[in-house]
């Protein structure tokens, strides 16, 4: 029987060059993923964003069909307006009897104002909503993609006014 000698011995395993391929393969693919995963968020929150401002021009388009068209030719710089138009369209009309008195709006979406660049905002346009992406100067009403502004209903109140900037 030949005992086995130690310039002969086989091992069995990865080199090296095997390990580092294996892993430089590795993190280009995770590059790649991480690259595409952030599109894909961005896609998203435009998306995302799209419909909050499509959901506040349908309540608006609602509200003026049953009650009176807001319009406003002032150019807002502080969100008030914004703030304003959206209370208004997730209020009651108690006067109404008959028709769609409200809300047009949902009433547990109570969103901050911003001015900042970095967030996606729905803004006031004189007469309905468009969306303003970040890397644009403007106020607005804050759209939170963690629905941190969602949950608790608005109390309006029975001394709510509601805007009346304008009726066509």
Do not use: C
């Amino acid at each position: 029987m030949k005992t086995p000698d130690a310039t002969h011995r086989k091992f069995s395993g990865f080199s090296l060059v095997e390990v580092t391929i294996s892993i430089s393969i590795a993190g280009i693919m995770a590059a790649i993923a991480i690259a595409a995963f952030g599109n894909i968020t961005k896609g998203a929150k435009i998306s995302i964003a799209q419909n909050v401002v499509e959901s506040l021009n349908d309540a608006t388009k609602q509200f003026g069909h049953a009650q009176y068209k807001i319009v406003s030719t002032e150019e807002n710089t502080d969100s008030t307006d914004e703030i304003q138009i959206l209370r208004t369209l997730q209020w009651k009309d108690p006067s109404i009897e008959f028709g769609t008195p409200g809300p047009f709006m949902k009433t547990d979406w109570i969103p901050a104002a911003s001015n900042s660049t970095e967030d996606y905002r729905a803004v006031w346009a004189g007469s309905f909503w468009k969306l303003v992406q970040p890397g644009t100067s403007g106020a607005g009403l804050k759209i939170d993609f963690q629905a941190s502004d969602v949950g608790v209903q608005v109390d309006l109140g029975d001394d709510f006014e509601p805007v009346k900037f304008g009726v066509e």
